[in-house]
């Protein structure tokens, strides 16, 4: 049995520092060894993905005149598209590690800096979700495992399930019936962070809110929570010293595993409310069919992706050195 800390500053201390050790340093850098293959993979893919399509760069560039194929010939040879494409490969790699992603076949501007202006936006739309979602996710869970099989408990259940139904598209679509032009509270258009937020809230949190009732129930129940109430233990250290790193673990997993859905996810939901971020500037490149972008915002999105399941795994392992 774990001794509950008496002093909120032992509390800190041994929740939330934990001494990297040798075995610590050697998963990070097994950690980090491993992203090496992994990223390369991220970007060989990509860039046969659009090696491989329908059309080539030059046919797209050059779709809307009419020009020779000797212009086409020479374009292709300007840009190294006659090469093989390995070398096409190693080519592009070099440059991408320079940070030129080329320049966008429709505005001809420099692709890295037009996704670097549009990133932001989106950042910032993915984190106020997860904010939203944490603060309406965890109490809710955690009152639902508490008041398990009772009223509150079967309306909370039901409204996870409903909520993790729903596609993006139709929430965003109720909640500009409902809220924009029923009661009028929050315009449709405008730079407006909160409607796309909430859209993505909705889903994110009814996943969380099911997990953490789950981890919850599944701690109550455990021996040693058991024996702390018969000692006299009280509610609130119980949670804190011992079920809440537990909450912690999976809020962090589930973080991290709904980037990706986000990554995705706001293409769709900007889009529709157009919200000015990295998500709208990709599906338009996809209708247009300007590569460069396209290509950048695979790259990047995963990239991001794997960065943050790096972070979170080592999180995680901090947590709960157990992992």
Known sequence: MQKIPTTGLNFLQEFFILPLGDFMKKYFLSRVLQLVPILLG???????????AAEDAVDVLYSQSTVTEEIKFQKRAELGLDKPFLIQYANWLKKFLSADLGKSFISGESVSQTFSEKLPATFELMSLSILLTIFIATPLG???????????????????????????????????????????LLPIISGNILMPALT?????????????????????????????????????????RHILRKILVVIVTLIALSIGSLLGGTAIVETIFMFDGVGK?????????????????????????????????????????KV
């Open 200 to 240: 993505l809230t909705i889903a994110m949190a009814a996943k969380y809110i099911r997990q953490i009732r789950a981890i919850v129930l599944e701690e109550l129940n455990q021996d040693y929570v058991i024996g702390a109430r018969s000692r006299g233990i009280s509610e609130f250290k119980i949670f804190t």
């Open 142 to 184: 955690i009152f639902a495992a508490i008041n398990q099989n009772k009223f509150s408990d079967f309306v909370i259940r039901f409204c996870t399930f409903v909520g993790n139904s729903l596609p993006n598209f139709f929430v965003a679509l109720l909640l500009i019936y409902f809220l924009a032009l029923k009661l009028n």
């Open 42 to 52: 991220v970007t060989f893919l990509t860039f046969a993905m659009m090696q491989f």
């Open 281 to 321: 500037l990709a599906v338009n490149a996809i209708l247009a069919k300007d590569y460069p972008i396209i290509q950048a915002y695979v790259v990047w999105m995963s990239i991001i992706y794997v960065f943050v399941n790096f972070f979170a795994d080592l999180l995680t392992k901090f947590l709960n050195p």
